[in-house]
């Protein structure tokens, strides 16, 4: 038995147990209405708070309105489940629950379509805007009942066995297991591919978008699967309670969700499980306090604010394996076999692109307002050459960058990359058509580990659907196991698979700008651009880094770009250099015919005094 | 091995917690009392819970039920149906009440009532007045009059003063006004008196001008405002400025207005319905309002403490008809029930709504109620 179906059977024995135990001790009347009430919304506020946590703690974007997508599910499913009353009640709430999830998704696509294309705040002001237009339609809406809401819908504590307790003890076995399944799915989600593409935008957007992920996408996918888990636990609700007016899913709603989402921690899944079981039981804990208990709740989230400001549990998630290991490592030795060594899925292909130029600029240029940051640069890359792109200050050369990587649209002139028009092409895909680059300031994914961070980068490496990535089929087995063996021997050339587990930001400098010229890398590109690589960098780590440009520059078969300020390195490896000032290009050729060129000279340093002079008589003249 | 031994733990912990704990010998009728007690809310719920203990403590000097004395235990619904459920499951399951008295606000008391109706527990409520808590819930009750009931009392006292025309605003995303204002426009209708603008606003609306522009170009005699007494005080305000000068109608809802005005003087225009009032020239009224006010240091400000005294009286009265708690007998008494209580004698009808009076009041110039007249059923 591999370790990773060990561990599946251990968790999946270990919610068999807790199942077991929840729905014995209900239909024994042990766990009574009272307390299964309370178990059954805390179930229901987990299925909130984990879907909650894929927008906010995973994608990294404020959303208010889960309440509104709650709503829409239980309303969905509350209408659904009382005109289908010919066919048997698990199959009518097994129908609504799915309707509920779907229209949830789909008013979530709606929304998120405009509003995740925008940066900043945006989203949590669209979404707070959205829950409360929910509101108002319910209330003014004939077939949801209007202000008075609905009532009299069939309950699962008591549809689905004339023995009150039995029935309960079904309920409870219900939102067990689909509080299971929105948990394992949203946590297998965040280990596959899809899941890294996610949490890389939270990290940094744009290096993201450079890195070759589609964000607009990824952001719309993680907020529609929000709203179905969200639409489903509406779903459960209207049933659970048997009453639904809108006025219980407002503003207030989202907030107490969104509470128990920081609290846990965002991006935690188990710290929101925790929150939200706290946060639901406190208040009931706190009855016997009577009017002092909001004083308490209120106390006791401040304190917990206060002593654990990144939540109760940060980004740490429970493992039950783990904790198996930890506490019997001796069965560990029972189970250990020889692993098979997996066979790589695919070669990744690097083309030989000899004759033609692999990168060529035609009179590029941009015109921001009435400034112009750039105009008629004329840039030639052949494979495997390394050129350097130098210029003062304020030049133009990270603008030049930009253009190339789709980060600006070039109001003049063309991009053409092995043959092909980029110009314009959004920054994933001119990532993807094989250009990798790394940036100025470094822009990693920090709270990922190193590895995670390589393949982020392998994204549109791997061919699986979100839905394999749920379900861990054998396609999602093979492919990223294959990923993971690439990204280590990625590693491995550059001497860093030893911190491959570490977290990005833990690393030393040198070593993060390494990394993120690694993870450009890993993209497969045929022009790796590099902005400053040797940016505060000490002399012996600059000369690593002239070792570590050679060496990629054999192993990889790429052409560089590299724009530095340093001309020890610029001189020491770069076959030819462009120079830049004022937005045009001033001179190209050799390092030593860069060297003595007048221009160039005078762009670094400026006009020398006898010079200015001489051309000022001519002027007069 | 290891999973027998797994095994014979669970089983163990299922027994366990499977056993029974031996409960003590029961000394006390115990009652549970739900009400939204803190919130925006609380002064309805706060009210009940003064009617009640108010009537409970007098009952247990008095000698209590059956020889036993009878304890009210009270848990806050915070106006929210989830809460109030886990409430009414707390005090069925862990408290063992025989009774349930409340819940107070209308969507919390029909989601409580659905449970209660499971194992037909007797319940009153003191306030809730849709008509559709009742329905179909034979252990349900209430002591309060209902949102048709009072609609239409409304209708009739304005086609007896001759009105002609009039206009309606109220809140769409309330229950309770949206009743009010079917109720109403159904029952003038009848009478012949015009709806000459029917206008709207939302829960949160503070600004109506716009609406009362409206309803004063369609130049109506009166307007009726099925309203709560802060919404209805802004409103009053708001008409006052754009110089709608009419008579203006309210319902139940209107009882707090005084706290949230401070021009008195527009109270003048406003007649309401309401349960109660201090004016009641009854014995048990007047000893009511005496009682209560020496108990809190201040007289009953909503009615719903007078309903509630009531609920407590008749759930305790059919406990002593019955000469036992269990529920089926106590349901039959209090369904049987004609008992003399602070708002009038009380009787239930099939919809277990009680058949009652109902009190016009005024203001004068100074805020203090002024009791009009009295429309007995």
């Known amino acids: 038995m591999t370790t990773k179906a060990k561990s599946y059977a251990l968790n999946i024995i270990a919610l068999i147990i807790l199942f077991a135990l929840l729905f014995s001790l209900t239909a024994s009347g042990s766990i009574n209405n009272y307390y299964s009430g309370i178990l059954v919304t805390v179930g229901i506020s987990i299925i909130m708070t984990v879907s909650l946590n894929l927008t906010t703690g995973l994608l990294g974007q404020l959303a208010l309105g889960h309440a509104g997508f709650m709503s829409i599910g239980a309303y969905t499913s509350a209408i659904i489940t009382r005109n289908l009353q010919g066919i048997p009640f698990g199959w009518s709430l097994l129908i609504g629950l799915i309707a509920g999830g779907l229209f949830a998704a789909v008013c979530g696509f709606i929304i998120g379509m405009p509003a995740l294309r925008l940066k900043g705040d945006y989203l949590a002001i669209i979404t707070l805007g959205f829950g409360e237009i929910i509101r108002v339609v319910i209330e003014n809406t004939s077939i949801t009942g209007g202000a008075a809401g609905l009532t009299r819908i069939t309950r699962m504590s008591r549809a689905f066995s004339p023995d009150a307790q039995l029935s309960s003890a079904v309920q409870m076995g219900i939102v067990f297991w689909i509080m299971v399944a929105v948990i394992a799915s949203i946590f297998t989600l965040g280990r596959s591919r899809h899941g890294r593409a996610i949490i890389s935008i939270r990290e940094n957007e744009v290096a993201a978008e450079a890195t070759g992920i589609p964000t607009t996408r990824y952001k719309l996918l993680a907020f529609t699967l929000a709203a179905f888990f969200a639409g489903i636990a509406g779903g459960l609700y209207a049933h659970q309670t048997g009453i639904l007016t809108a006025r219980y899913f407002d503003f207030n709603k989202s907030i107490e969700y969104l509470v128990m989402v920081v609290l846990g921690g965002m991006g935690s899944i188990t710290g929101s499980i925790l929150a939200a079981s706290v946060l639901v039981a406190l208040p009931e804990v706190l009855r016997g306090f009577a009017s002092w208990r909001m004083v308490l709740y209120s106390l006791a989230l401040i304190t917990m604010m206060i002593f654990r400001p990144m939540g109760l549990l940060g980004t740490w998630e429970f493992s039950l394996s783990r904790a198996w290991q930890c506490t019997g490592d001796f069965l560990k030795r029972t189970f250990m076999r020889k692993e098979r060594k997996p066979k790589l899925p695919f070669v990744p292909h690097y083309d030989v692109w000899e004759d033609a130029p692999v990168l060529e600029t035609h009179d590029l240029g941009i015109v921001f307002g009435g400034l112009v940051a750039a105009e008629n640069i004329n840039i030639r890359l052949m494979n495997n050459e390394i050129v350097g792109l130098i210029g003062p200050n304020g030049a133009g050369k990270t603008t030049v960058f930009n253009l190339l990587t789709g980060v600006y649209s070039p109001t003049s002139g063309d991009i053409i990359l092995l043959g092909k028009s980029i110009a314009g092409k959004p920054t994933h895909e001119i990532t993807n058509n094989g250009i990798g680059r790394t940036f100025q300031n470094i822009r990693l994914f920090k709270s990922m580990t190193v590895l995670e961070n390589i393949k982020v980068a392998f994204h549109t490496r791997m061919h699986y659907s979100p839905a394999s990535g749920i379900f861990r089929t054998a396609q999602y087995t093979s492919e990223e196991r294959g990923m993971d063996i690439r990204a280590r021997e990625l590693l491995r050339v550059f001497d860093m698979e030893d911190v491959a587990d570490a977290n990005a930001n833990s690393l030393p400098y040198g070593k993060q700008r390494k990394l993120e010229i690694c993870r450009a890398l890993a993209s497969n590109p045929k022009v790796l651009l590099l902005d400053e690589p040797a940016a505060g960098m000490n002399p012996i780590e600059t000369q690593e880094l002239m070792e570590t440009i050679r060496i990629i520059r054999t192993r990889f078969s790429v052409a560089i770009l590299l724009i530095e300020h340093d001309m020890r390195l610029v001189m020491g490896i770069c076959e030819r250099i462009y120079v830049i000032n004022y937005g045009r290009e001033i001179a190209e050729g050799p390092p030593d015919v860069i060297a003595n060129n007048p221009d160039v000279i005078t762009a670094y340093l400026g006009i020398p005094e006898d010079v200015h002079e001489e051309r000022a008589q001519h002027a007069e003249n | ?377």
């Open chain 2, 1 to 377: 091995m290891k999973t027998k031994r797994i095994l014979s733990l669970i089983l163990a912990a299922i027994a366990i917690c499977g056993m029974t704990i031996p409960t003590l010998a029961e000394d006390t009728i115990k009652i549970g009392g739900i009400g939204v007690l803190t919130g925006p809310a609380a002064l309805y719920g706060l009210s009940v819970q003064k009617g009640v203990d108010l009537y409970i403590e007098q009952l247990n000097a008095a000698g209590g039920v059956n020889g036993q004395q009878v304890e009210v235990i009270w848990e806050d619904s915070q106006g929210n149906p989830t809460v109030g459920i886990q409430a009414y499951n707390k005090l069925v399951e862990n408290d063992g009440v025989v009774g349930i008295l409340g819940a107070v606000l209308t969507d919390v008391t029909k989601a409580v009532a659905e449970y209660a109706n499971d194992i037909q527990i007797p319940m009153i409520t003191a306030s809730a007045t849709a008509y559709e808590v009742t329905t179909g819930r034979p252990s349900v009750f209430r002591t309060c009059f209902l949102d048709p009931f009072q609609a239409v009392a409304v209708a009739r006292y304005a086609a007896e003063a001759g009105i002609k025309s009039a206009a309606v605003l109220y809140d769409n995303g309330d229950e309770y006004s949206t009743g009010l204002f079917n109720a109403f426009k159904d029952e003038a209708e009848v009478l012949g008196i015009t709806i000459s603008a029917a206008e709207s606003a939302g829960t949160d609306d503070v600004d109506f001008k716009s609406q009362l522009t409206n309803i004063k170009s369609a130049n109506p005699e009166a307007i009726f405002l099925p309203y709560y007494g802060a919404p209805a005080a802004l409103i009053l305000r708001q008409a006052s400025e754009i110089g709608l000068d009419v008579q203006f109608f309210g319902a139940d809802g209107i009882s707090n207005i005084t706290d949230s005005i401070s021009d008195m003087k527009l109270l003048t225009k406003m007649l309401y319905t309401d349960h109660f009032t201090v004016d009641a020239t009854s014995p048990m009224a007047t000893k009511f309002n005496a009682d209560y006010e020496a108990k809190y240091g201040e007289k009953p400000s909503v009615s719903f403490s007078a309903t509630a005294y009531d609920a407590a009286l008749v759930l305790t009265q059919a406990m002593k008809t019955a000469g036992t708690t269990e529920f089926g007998p106590v349901v039959d008494a209090i369904k049987n029930s004609q008992v003399e209580g602070v708002t009038g004698v009380i009787r239930f009808d099939d919809h277990n709504d009680p058949i009652k009076s109902v009190f016009f009041i005024t203001f004068d110039e100074l805020g203090n109620k002024v009791f009009v007249k009295q429309l007995d059923p």
